[in-house]
């Protein structure tokens, strides 16, 4: 291999890499180092369908068959088979998100997204992955200030490392204000009747979001699909509360 082979390597190696984006310190392929993935990854004891945390004497109480399921899962189960997140939205990621979504810093969807990817490779090894990846959508006039869908970013990333199709077939018809500081009963009252399906979608899919707080609006969207033919609706996001 002459010198300028190996140069132009070098050099598409060093594009290939970038400083982490929670510590700027060590380059890394991913954009988090090993040091920030460590701290940021652990999930605690979690539900396994709405993936809340859940204490040990919850889960000692749950019914033999429910595993290590929440009280309001076994009571009143939501409309999606389970929640898989890449973390707990807490410091730094909290602050990370909030620059993703305020100020543009897109590149904590990328270094995020690969976290969320490693925890769905994990969550799938017995069973198939959905058919179709459905990110959850802003309204046009959120999307026109914003200038970006951060949930649309983390849909088309793991949609090619993952090779699972994009499915754009979800649409926010309603401008929902924002749902921070909202109580669970106000955030359905605001999504009620915010989505519309503008094609139909495989029997089973992940809707993909940046934050799931209550619920709400990944419960919304999941029975509008499930009333259209899917079967089997998983939540995908890069953090829990």
Known sequence: MSFFDN????????????????????????????????????????????????????????????????????????????????????????????????????????????????????SYQDTSYPEALVAIPLHPKRLSERGFNQSEIITKHLANTLSIPHNNALTRIKDTPHQIGLSEKQRRKNLNNAFYLQKPLPSHIALVDDVVTTGSTVSEAAKLCLQNGVKQVDVWCLAKT
Not at 61 to 86: N, T, Y
């Open 7 to 122: 140069l132009r390597r070098a050099a598409e190696k060093s594009l290939a890499y970038s400083n982490c984006s929670f510590c700027g310190l060590e380059q890394t392929e991913i954009g988090i180092c090993t040091p920030c993935l460590s701290a940021v990854e652990p999930m605690g004891r979690s539900c396994r369908t709405c993936a809340s945390p859940i204490e040990a004497s919850q889960a000692a109480q749950s019914e033999p068959d429910a595993g290590s399921s929440c009280g309001q899962c076994l009571q009143k189960p939501p409309a999606f088979q389970k929640v898989i997140a890449a973390t707990r939205y807490r410091f730094p990621v909290d602050k990370a998100l909030s620059e993703l979504k305020f100020n543009k810093q897109l590149h904590f969807a990328r270094s995020l997204s690969h976290v969320l990817e490693r925890r769905v490779r994990l």
